[in-house]
């Protein structure tokens, strides 16, 4: 009886590693942090935008991850595609990017003028997609 309650529990145990590394595999997550001049942007929208698609007046925060005291988000359960990720400062928290006062800032490269060409990110399932940092919002004309 004994034996047979170990060999249980090790069963159990195998199983519950087993599917951890399952759910690993085909959980796909982007994380980082948002930053303003080195200063950790706290309550930020980060948003998943499909490559080749801008933020636009209007557009709804609703679907964004908001970053924490310290300037980080996670996204999990992403879909496999081509993105770019974007913050956006929603200054008057009206969860709707406001050209006149919200910031934006796209994860990207710097050009000569300072400001950042948001860079194409590919996901596939299962990836985990670190340091995807934005290090600086602007304020659009």
Known sequence: MKRNLLLLAVLIVITISGCDDVVKAVTT????????DGDA?????VLLLEAGNEITPGLSLSNGMITNSNGNYTMVAVSAGDYYVAAIDDANNNII???DTDRVGYYGDPDTLGFTI???IHVNKGDDLE?????NLYQLP
């Open 29 to 36: 997550t982007i994380s980082g942090n948002v930053s303003h």
């Open 41 to 45: 942007v706290s309550g930020a929208y």
């Open 97 to 99: 990017f406001d050209l």
């Open 118 to 120: 948001p860079r194409t």
């Open 131 to 135: 340091n995807i940092d934005i290090t």
